[in-house]
């Protein structure tokens, strides 16, 4: 509730006061933003209710405490009783420091969420508002002003007025949009100018009139909306006073108060500042608490092969910055959220931004999954990194999947750091006792140690293989080595990884300050220096030996012996709560003791963010090496622009048209050739400048969280800077590559969030080089696109998945408008929620189809599904999607006098002639080759050139009927001498489509036939040749001529495409062989070697990559990826299923008639096809 009080001055622009001789300029004002950066906002706090003031005083005494102790002083707490509490800081540093991204919790551990105050705006402003005496509204010229108090932060707030006379609407407009403004985020998207300080009464009310005249004008470079500050090119530099004209409004208020004038401080915007940016300036605290150096910034992406423990790498992260308890590490899988957690696997790539404080390093993580059916996943999370944590189990060594992943990696400009992960499996376990029970132990086994070494090698050869295979240049391949330090080695599970840099550091650290630098280079030399037998020796003794004997004696439950041990290599011992549980005599697993033990000695998350740090390249490095690469595009550019309405998550878009002076003023104006808008963009993405034009690119749409259905755009700012309330451009990606980029859509972006394992967390703002999530594009962006502050932008090249659509469900609903809205409603959310799912209508059918990459894919889209569906998911019906087919004829119906059909007053007759068209003009039509103009004869001049036709048939085509992309089948009159054809050929058309859209032999949609009217007999009068006695006439003679003329059922044939080592491949022949494949063949890649080869040996001939392609029936497609991957295990890659052309089933040497009866039914048309004899009249 706002009170509303005192009264409203009266303007009346119909009696002017005398302007003066010389007009006074115009009143311009610095837009100052209400904001309070010494305050934070905490929610999640328990529910006090009605609980008393003493609870309400002891808690806000214990969130005192909290950050009071850790951040600085506090000026006041204040608590609510429906769970929040807002905390001003007497420095605006404390406040940031509260902000840091550490995870607060209160005693009884319930986490608390902090923010940054105002972004929960509607707390934050009930309670500023809260009593505050505020004047009434006033409008002029269409805006609404208010005059807010000091004790609110002061200043003038202008917005559009919808009704100059309806109080009630002024109230709500201006109430609408200054409450938006006041909430730290500046003014709302609708509304056109922010707030403006004046320091008295009359400058404040000559500045009230200045805007409305101006409806309102911008203040200055920074307060102006997008809108206004495109269409005045001064705007950029400084708001240039407006010029007061007399005979206006701001004339009235000039001559009124010659002398009074606003003080202004103009600004101009950061430089290089997109001119469709938004106008609105992100407050103090929250800038400060978002900048970090860009080297100190890393996108990583997480890839393996299923089950070789990426989650758990990521789990150790967590902790290490706060997100996840340090004793769930490596066995909460904190990333793997629902279907995830249920199925054990990796389905989603989980974005989350983390900070390292002792490293200085903010990081975004990306955990992708490792099964192949989801590489769509990895694809669009690549295009988002810089650098990518390849994982490798170490006992199993490269597989296929991580080989695949390792390629997009590389294809995408992606730097590896390889970690051999589950090194625990291979080290030695408990060592054996002599003799009895007093006997010595025996030394570890040495052969254990170096055969677990040889394996490290071996899997460190297999991938610098790939990585040399997939690189263009090998000389400059990313290559992986131990002596490089870009191989970390350790187990995720037990929480401690490795390099033989941290082994050196820590014989450093045991030598003592004095030599600890020569220390550690002496240890590092022997370890890489030297002959092959001399490193192995090296890294056996002064790094495995160590890591084995803490092994093996926690495997032996020795506690007080791998204390003393640990002690002796690293200067301290295991957890002293362990040491006590110990000498209680409780039981430890020999796990637990290994994770204390190994975990203290080689901490994961020291070892992966000093390698991340050290070894991955930086977001401007990373650009400048892909920006060739991301402007590739051939795409061509549009200029035309949709319009979206952005205040909802689920936007509309509209059409629109750019002002042609916001084109103007832009920095980047449309360029004269697409090739030097691409070079503009190019060397935008090289500097990866924060004050650059925005150009970020969207990969994926990721859940909002909270309940919510809507998404928000998972994107990576490659420059510029991006905020809540940016105007953008979005374009597309295109469903077909081969097609052009969608026009640009307007949209404008409504939150930036960043996502953490607790949830999303609002952003100031996101620079060049982050990764984020924007909220407010949904209704302009599909999946994948190009985003910028310019319509022109060219769009980025679009992702190359290596997976492909190969399975088909349809799912319906009950019959029903509530029923099928539901399903309406959640199918686009489905859609959206992963980079690759198919969702469509299937017209022939009259199926809504999902498709996926395979089972396990349609499994999870499914599931998906449903709970988007709620409590109507047990209406929901799922089975194997319909495969539509095609009829035809194979010659030229009999006899050559056409088939006859009366019309049922027999006062009609026509006699019609059926033959196929030719596969070349078929394959035009459906192309859509044919011209579309008939008046000039266009048409008949290309039947006639491009396919021999007749002169005289080619100009007499009545009518071409639909089918798939474009016409397939002609109607033509073939009449000679006949009166009346002019009458009927209307009629004669909507017979043809009747005809075409159901067959007579199975009900299916004709394709390639030609109908000819051979001779008529029309009636003269009109009542006796109505459409009831003409079209099913017309009909039946049709399909009697169909009939007479070998008809035939086309079943469709994909293409089936994948690669598989050579010793696969026979495999797959017998797969495809039993589903009537045809044109089966294989061709080896030149250079081909498998994984097994290494950097300077061939691969065995066995391993050669292969490509196989083959014609497969659509219908005998249906479980055939999981069929070729169990029978190849797991050996092919990057299937690809597709239609390729339609074949008759006759050809096929099958029994047509079950296809035949099946195709009927389903239909709904019962018994036998009729025969052509039956459909004929008899003269």
């Not at 390698?611 to 550019?637: N, V």
Request: net charge neutral; glycine share 8%.
């Amino acid at each position: 509730r706002v009170p509303l009080c005192s009264s409203r001055p009266h303007v009346s622009p119909q009696k002017p006061r005398p302007a003066p001789k010389s007009p006074e300029p115009g009143l311009t004002g610095r837009a100052e933003l209400v904001s309070c950066p010494t305050e934070i906002y905490v929610g999640n706090l328990p529910r006090l209710e009605r609980c008393g003031v003493g609870v309400n005083r002891d808690l806000a005494a214990e969130l005192r405490a909290l950050f009071e102790t850790a951040c600085g002083a506090i000026d006041d707490v204040s608590v609510s009783t429906r769970g929040h509490a807002f905390i001003r800081f007497a420095t605006a540093s404390a406040a940031t420091a509260a902000l840091d991204g550490r995870g607060w919790c209160l005693r009884d551990g319930q986490a608390l969420h902090v923010e940054a105050r105002g972004e929960s705006h509607v707390h934050a402003l009930r309670r500023r508002l809260d009593g505050q005496a505020l004047p009434k509204p006033q409008s002029a010229g269409g805006a609404a002003y208010w005059v807010l108090p000091p004790a609110v932060g002061g200043g003038l707030v202008a917005a559009p007025a919808e009704s100059e006379g309806s109080k009630k609407a002024l109230k709500s407009t201006l109430a609408a949009h200054s409450l938006a403004f006041l909430d730290g985020r500046g003014a709302a998207a609708e509304a056109r100018a922010p707030a403006a300080s004046a320091e008295s009464g009359a400058s404040k009310k000559a500045l009230k009139i200045s805007l409305a005249a101006r409806n309102p004008a911008p203040l200055d470079g920074r307060g102006a909306a997008a809108e206004a500050r495109s269409l005045v090119p001064s705007a950029r530099a400084a708001a240039a006073p407006a010029t007061v004209e007399p005979g206006g409004a701001a004339g009235v208020a000039a001559a009124a108060e010659p002398h009074a004038t606003a003080k202004t401080e103009p600004a101009s915007p950061p430089a290089g500042e997109p001119a469709a940016a938004s106008a609105v300036a992100a407050p103090a605290a929250e800038l400060a608490a978002a900048e970090v150096d860009s080297d100190a910034v890393r996108n990583v992406a997480v890839i393996a092969h299923v089950d070789h423990g990426k989650t758990t790498l990521a789990d150790c992260l967590l902790a290490a910055c706060g997100e996840l308890s340090a004793e769930k590490a490596g066995r909460a899988c904190a990333l793997d959220k629902g279907l995830e957690a249920e199925r054990g696997i990796t389905i989603d790539a989980s974005a989350v931004t983390l900070r390292s404080a002792q490293h200085a390093l903010r990081f975004t993580l990306i955990d992708c999954p490792g099964h192949a059916e989801f590489g769509s996943e990895v694809t669009a999370s690549l295009r988002l990194s810089d650098g990518a944590l390849c994982v490798v189990d170490v006992q199993e060594g490269v597989r296929t999947q991580t080989e695949a992943t390792l390629r997009q990696a590389l294809a995408e400009g992606v730097r590896p750091l390889l970690v051999l992960n589950k090194l625990d499996r291979l080290l030695p376990g408990a060592r054996a006792v002599d003799g009895g029970a007093g006997g010595a132990r025996r030394a570890l086994d040495e052969a254990a140690l170096e055969g677990l070494y040889v394996q490290m090698e071996r899997v460190i050869e297999q991938v610098n293989d790939v990585i040399c295979q997939a690189q263009p240049s090998p000389e400059h391949a990313p290559l992986v080595s131990l002596a490089g330090g870009t191989v970390l080695f350790g187990s995720g599970y037990q929480g401690w990884l490795g390099s033989l840099a941290a082994v050196a550091r820590l014989y450093a650290a045991r030598a003592g300050a004095a030599d600890a630098d020569a220390t550690e280079a002496k240890v590092l030399r022997l370890m890489t220096a030297g002959s092959a037998a001399q490193r192995a020796r090296s890294v056996c003794r002064l790094a495995l030996r160590p890591i084995a004997e803490l092994h093996a004696l926690a495997a032996e439950g020795e506690v007080c012996a791998l204390d003393a041990k640990l002690k002796q290599v690293l200067g301290s011992g295991l957890p002293p709560a362990l040491l006590q549980r110990a000498a209680a005599g409780a039981q430890l697993d020999a796990k637990e003791l290994r994770r204390a033990a190994l975990g203290r000695l080689l901490p994961a998350a020291e070892a992966l963010l000093h390698g991340m740090r050290t070894h991955l390249p930086e977001p401007a490095t990373s650009q400048a090496a892909r920006a060739a690469a991301l402007c590739a595009s051939t795409a061509p550019a549009g200029t035309t622009v949709q319009a979206s309405t952005t205040a909802t998550s689920t936007a509309t878009s509209t059409a629109a048209t750019v002002p042609p002076a916001a084109a103007a003023t832009a920095p980047d104006a449309p360029a004269a050739s697409e090739g030097v808008a691409r070079a503009r963009a190019e060397a935008c993405i090289r500097a990866c400048d924060p004050g650059g034009p925005l150009i970020a690119y969207v990969s994926k749409m990721v859940a909002v969280g909270g309940g919510s259905k809507a998404h928000a755009a998972l994107a990576r700012v490659l420059s510029g800077t991006v905020r809540a309330g940016t105007e953008v451009f979005v374009r597309d990606e295109p469903s077909n590559p081969a097609s052009a980029a969608p026009a640009a859509r307007r949209a404008r972006v409504t939150r930036v969030l960043a996502y953490g394992a607790s949830g999303a967390r609002t952003l100031a703002c996101a620079r060049a080089g982050d990764v984020c999530a924007l909220v407010g594009l949904e209704g302009a962006l599909l999946r994948a696109g190009t985003v910028a502050d310019v319509p022109h932008m060219p769009p980025l090249a679009p992702l190359r998945f290596e997976v492909a659509v190969v399975e088909r469900r349809a799912v319906s609903m009950p019959s029903g408008g509530v029923w099928a809205r539901k399903l309406a409603e959640a199918l686009p959310h489905l859609a959206k929620s992963d980079p690759l799912v198919h969702v469509g209508f299937d017209a022939d059918t009259r199926e809504h189809v999902i498709g996926g990459c395979g089972e396990l894919h349609l499994e999870v889209c499914v599931a998906r599904l449903r709970e988007l569906l709620g409590a109507a998911a047990e209406k929901l019906c799922v089975r194997p999607a319909s495969i539509a087919h095609r009829e035809g004829v194979r010659t030229a119906s009999a006899p050559p006098g056409g088939r006859l059909a009366k019309s049922a007053n027999k006062l009609n007759r026509f006699w019609f002639v059926a033959s196929p068209l030719d596969a070349k003009l078929v394959r035009a039509l459906e192309a859509g080759e044919m011209p579309s103009a008939r008046a000039d004869g266009a048409r008949a001049r290309w039947l006639c050139d491009a396919h021999g036709w007749a002169r005289r048939d080619a100009a007499r085509v009545l009518a071409l009927a639909p089918d798939g992309g474009g016409p397939a089948n002609v109607l033509v009159d073939a009449t000679v001498g006949v009166q009346g054809m002019e009458l009927v050929k209307d009629l004669l058309g909507v017979a043809f489509e009747q005809l075409c859209a159901g067959g007579p032999l199975a009900g299916q949609r004709v394709r390639g036939v030609r109908i000819d009217v051979v001779d008529a007999l029309v009636h003269p009068v009109a009542a006796s040749r109505r459409a009831n006695q003409v079209v099913p006439a017309a009909v039946r003679g049709m399909s009697a001529a169909m009939l007479a003329a070998q008809p035939t059922v086309f079943e469709p044939l994909s293409s089936v495409a994948l690669a598989a080592p050579l010793r696969a491949v026979g495999a797959a022949y017998e797969v495809l062989n039993r589903r009537r494949a045809a044109d089966v063949a294989h061709a080896q890649r030149d250079g081909a070697s498998g994984a097994e080869g290494t950097g300077t040996q061939p691969a065995a001939a066995a391993d050669a990559m292969c490509d196989l392609f083959a014609h497969v029936p659509t219908t005998e497609t249906a479980g055939l990826s999981e069929e070729l991957r169990a029978r190849m295990h797991s050996a092919a890659r990057g299937l690809r299923i597709g239609f390729s052309h339609w074949q008759p089933l006759d050809d096929a040497e099958v029994d047509t008639a079950p296809t035949i009866a099946r195709l009927r039914a389903a239909a709904g048309l019962d018994g036998a096809p009729p025969s052509a004899d039956q459909l004929t009249d008899r003269l």
